[in-house]
Nanobody
Framework: QVQVEESGGGLVQPGGSLRLSCVASERTYDDAAMAWFRQSPGKEREFVAAIRWIGGRTNYGDPAKGRFTISRDNAKNTVWLQMSSLKPEDTGVYYC???????????????WGQGTQVTVSS
């Protein structure tokens, strides 16, 4: 089974930027898409963005549109989430996940990382 690991979280001031990284142990036929989700205390896990390994097609959730960019490097099995114009409401644990399709439902993803904390605060 594919394993994924996130990194790059931290504390950033409002309006700042942060780049998250996710490395997959391998790429398989059944794991054609990678996604980022986030979760804040007391809230459900929320879809942020997804990308397909082949072709690079992307899909963004409402929180990410216009501010975040997802990208990938197939040779490194790595996906990034570049976040800019960060707001306090972007605070949460950000998870990377691997699945077959760019779905917005977290139940559609098989492999999950442990998450990386992002805190936006002055």
């Amino acid at each position: 089974q594919v394993q994924v690991e996130e990194s790059g979280g931290g504390l950033v001031q409002p309006g700042g930027s942060l780049r998250l990284s996710c490395v997959a142990s391998e790429r398989t036929y059944d794991d054609a898409a990678m996604a980022w989700f986030r979760q804040s205390p007391g809230k459900e896990r929320e879809f942020v963005a997804a990308i397909r390994w082949i072709g690079g097609r992307t899909n963004y959730g409402d929180p990410a549109k216009g501010r975040f960019t997802i990208s990938r490097d197939n040779a490194k099995n790595t996906v990034w989430l570049q976040m800019s114009s960060l707001k306090p409401e972007d605070t949460g644990v950000y998870y990377c996940a691997s699945g077959s399709y760019m779905r917005i439902n977290p139940d559609d993803y098989r492999a999950w990382g442990q998450g990386t904390q992002v805190t936006v605060s002055s």
